[in-house]
């Protein structure tokens, strides 16, 4: 079973600080690697990608990969009240035959208290 | 450009009836998928195409759900007859192309409750 394990919070951050989400995945094969954002009631946006180990920063956003470690993180700087939402972490998990299908963590519901 | 388009946006039927669901991707993206959102739950794919076949129905059950993309823009999806679990949102996503690394677009979804 391919699974990708996320502590579903919630995980509560005072405004202005570091937020860090983790999530594990179980398929050593995965090769790519996003991050998603859900505000109550609306469908996933996609706000990261990463495809290699290492970090890859995008504004106040960071990604960090470890595949040894099958590791995939978040990091969000000077979270603002607007940031509170449930973060998807979701893995192209090798299936082949051109199946590419993204496999969804629960996800973890971020609070940024203002 | 325009985002990918779902209706209806919430139906509510009853245990053992049908219902359908429509789908329109982004122009000229020629992978869909389908996906079921339980409430408290990550997304789970349930059917994936590209262009009008199907490329991995693995997760889909086949007794009561199926799925068409015929000509390979528009895609419905169909659950009958509906269960009580079968409440939840069908987000509908689409991309350019096959790959490793796929960046999936969604839909609005469609809510549904089964009484």
């Known amino acids: 079973q391919k699974e990708v394990e996320q502590n579903s919070g919630p995980l509560s951050v005072p405004e202005g600080a570091i937020a860090s989400l983790n999530c594990t995945y179980s398929?050593?094969?995965?090769?790519?690697f996003f991050w998603y954002r859900q505000y109550s009631g609306k469908s996933p946006e996609l706000i990261m990608s990463?495809?290699?180990?290492g970090d890859k920063e995008d504004g106040r956003f960071t990604a960090q990969l470890n595949k040894a470690s099958q590791y995939v993180s978040l990091l969000i700087r000077d979270s603002q009240p607007s940031d509170s939402a449930t973060y998807l972490c979701?893995?192209?998990?090798?299936?082949?035959?051109?199946?590419?299908?993204?496999?969804f963590g629960k996800g973890t519901h971020l609070i940024i208290q203002p | 450009e325009a985002g990918v388009a779902q209706s209806p946006r919430y139906k509510i039927i009853e245990k053992r009836q049908s219902v359908a669901f429509w789908c329109n991707p982004i122009?000229?993206?020629?992978?869909l998928y389908w996906y079921q959102q339980i409430l408290g739950q990550g997304p789970k794919l349930l059917i994936q195409?590209?262009?009008?076949?199907?490329?991995?129905d693995s997760q889909l059950p086949k007794d009561r759900f199926s799925a068409e993309r015929l000509k390979g823009v528009d895609s419905t999806l169909k659950i009958q007859p509906a269960k009580l679990e079968d409440s939840a949102v069908y987000l509908c996503?689409?991309?350019?192309?096959?790959?490793?690394?796929?960046?999936?677009?969604f839909g609005p979804g469609t809510r549904l409750t089964v009484l």
């Open positions: 996503a689409s991309s350019q192309g096959m790959g490793l690394a796929p960046l999936l677009h």
């Open positions: 398929d050593r094969g995965s090769q790519s």
């Open positions: 990463i495809y290699s180990n």
């Open positions: 979701a893995v192209n998990m090798s299936s082949g035959g051109g199946a590419d299908g993204l496999t």
């Open positions: 122009s000229g993206h020629a992978t």
């Open positions: 195409f590209q262009n009008n076949g199907v490329v991995d």
